[in-house]
């Protein structure tokens, strides 16, 4: 199985920034794409940026151009550094990763605990 522990968000000023990281535990075989959905009250979890094991990134139109995910292979870890945050980015983060725990298996997804980023106006 594979555990995703998430740092901690926080409350931040509109126009200010935030990283948070994520660092999957466990045994696998391959974790192909890692990254973040968010959820804010009242709506559907989103996607927010995923990044896959070569590199290739994929972003919501709504945060393109001021959150940038990044990916260690060697710490297991994934990264979102977010920029010029604006009140509607409030809501809980989830770090979300996709992969094989074992050969002949399946991919399964793995979710971590969530984290609140809080942008006050």
């Known amino acids: 199985q594979v555990q995703l522990v998430e740092s901690e968000g926080g409350l931040v000023q509109a126009g200010g920034s935030l990283r948070l990281s994520c660092a999957a535990s466990?045994?696998?075989?391959?974790?192909?794409?890692m990254g973040w959905y968010r959820q804010a009250p009242g709506n559907q979890r989103e996607l927010v940026a995923v990044i896959t094991s070569g590199g290739s990134t994929n972003y919501a139109d709504s945060v393109k151009g001021r959150f940038t995910i990044s990916r260690d292979s060697a710490k297991s870890s994934v990264y979102l550094q977010m920029n010029s945050l604006k009140p509607e980015d409030t809501a809980v983060y989830y770090c979300h990763a996709r992969g094989r725990v074992r050969y002949g298996r399946s991919e399964d997804d793995f979710w971590g605990q969530g984290t609140q980023v809080t942008v006050s106006a």
């Open positions: 466990g045994s696998w075989v391959s974790l192909n794409v």
